[in-house]
């Protein structure tokens, strides 16, 4: 079963940029839409983004829409959140996880591997 791994967290500045990557460990993401989500202090996990198999489309919360871009590379096996204007709030850390097959929503019970996290934080 495909685990995912996040990779690229860190500290950065309001208004910085941060780019976070997952990439598929003992399989392929190539059959599977691919989702980032985030968890902050005291906060449930939420949605952040998600990828169609293909790259062909994609989805985001709207409190990151404009500011956040996900894309992938099969090629590569691995999924990216280029993550700009950051804020403060945007503090936690992030998941990435790849979807059940035919699934196409952006509840947690729509993604069957999850990776262990990634913080990032954005300091004021």
């Known amino acids: 079963q495909v685990q995912p791994v996040e990779s690229g967290g860190g500290l950065v500045q309001a208004g910085g940029s941060l780019r976070l990557s997952c990439t598929a460990s003992?399989?392929?993401?190539?059959?599977?839409?691919v989702g980032w989500f985030r968890q902050a202090p005291g906060k449930e996990r939420e949605f952040v983004a998600r990828?169609?198999?293909?790259?062909?489309?994609?989805r985001y919360a709207d409190s990151v829409k404009g500011r956040f871009t996900i894309s992938r590379d099969n090629a590569k096996n691995t999924v990216y959140l280029q993550m700009d204007a950051l804020k403060p709030e945007d503090t936690a850390v992030y998941y990435c996880?790849?979807?059940?097959?035919?699934?196409?929503?952006?509840?947690?019970?729509?993604?069957?591997?999850w990776g262990q996290g990634t913080q990032v934080t954005v300091s004021s």
């Open positions: 996880a790849a979807a059940w097959e035919f699934r196409t929503g952006i509840q947690e019970a729509d993604f069957r591997s």
């Open positions: 990828i169609s198999r293909t790259g062909g489309s994609a």
């Open positions: 003992g399989g392929t993401f190539d059959y599977n839409a």
